[in-house]
Nanobody
Framework: QVQLVESGGGLVQAGDSLRLSCAVS????????MGWFRQAPGEERDFVAA????????QYADSVKGRFSISTDIAKNTVFLQMNSLKSEDTAVYYC?????????????????WGQGTQVTVSS
């Protein structure tokens, strides 16, 4: 079992930066695919970024390429999502997710565990 707790959300202005954190506990997270998804009001949950386990690849949604970056601090059991040049359309609840022994994944069904989410609001 893996527990995920997101933090770092908030209200920012367009053009600002924000870093989300996902604290991971339970099973070792370096054998999990780690991803970020987001869900805006009235919309489906969308893929944002992922870092595959075990030498797997990094993936980004086209809408965030060049602006967002996913990284990990294994010593702190934490996954980060650095978000730069934020836009109003980035406003959403952001979720951290983990998928056991997956090298890549941009679909919700490829993830086994989910956090509760953290709200990011970008004012224009």
């Amino acid at each position: 079992q893996v527990q995920l707790v997101e933090s770092g959300g908030g209200l920012v202005q367009a053009g600002d930066s924000l870093r989300l954190s996902c604290a991971v506990s339970g099973r070792a997270f370096d054998n999990h695919l780690m991803g970020w998804f987001r869900q805006a009001p009235g919309e489906e949950r969308d893929f944002v970024a992922a870092l595959g386990c075990c030498g797997g690849r990094t993936q980004y949604a086209d809408s965030v390429k060049g602006r967002f970056s996913i990284s990990t601090d294994i010593a702190k059991n934490t996954v980060f999502l650095q978000m730069n040049s934020l836009k109003s359309e980035d406003t959403a609840v952001y979720y951290c997710a983990a998928g056991f022994l997956r090298l890549a994944g941009n679909r919700s069904r490829e993830y086994d565990y989910w956090g509760q989410g953290t709200q990011v609001t970008v004012s224009s």
